[in-house]
């Protein structure tokens, strides 16, 4: 008699995690980014190569991994939007050990600027 009055209020606590898990990843997708043209060239030439679900680099795919940048939650895409914005600035990404092998890799000024305005302007976009 006691395990059959067990199952009601499990199933209760069943119905509701199965509820919160489902809100929650709503919230995950609930805002893209938008990738014009100009900053998808630029991250296909210097940054997918080791920040995408192809790479074979774990280390750095497992840093930031650019094809599943729409799944992140809005709260971890401005995160990650801010640190691309200061690796660059910082001049880290892409590292030198990689440019010595890749220097076509190399990003330009120009190009940076590109990165850092896309994930600044990306970022704001995120928090209205």
Avoid at 53 to 64: C, F, I, P, R, V
Avoid at 78 to 92: A, F, G, K, T
């Amino acid at each position: 008699m006691y395990k059959k009055s067990l199952f009601p209020i499990a199933l209760i606590v069943f119905v509701l995690a199965s509820f919160v898990t489902s809100a929650s990843e709503t919230q995950t997708n609930s805002k893209a980014i938008s990738m014009p043209d100009d900053v998808k060239a630029v991250i296909e030439k210097s940054c997918f190569g080791c920040h995408s679900t192809e790479s074979k680099n774990d280390k750095a795919k497992e840093k930031l991994n650019l094809s599943t940048l729409d799944s992140l939650s809005t709260t971890k895409m401005i995160h990650v939007l801010r640190d691309i914005n200061e690796v660059l600035e910082d001049n880290e990404m892409p590292p030198e050990k990689f440019l010595a092998k890749f220097p076509d890799k190399k990003l330009t000024d120009a190009e940076k600027k590109i990165l850092m305005d896309w994930a600044n302007s990306q970022a704001k976009a995120l928090m209205n």
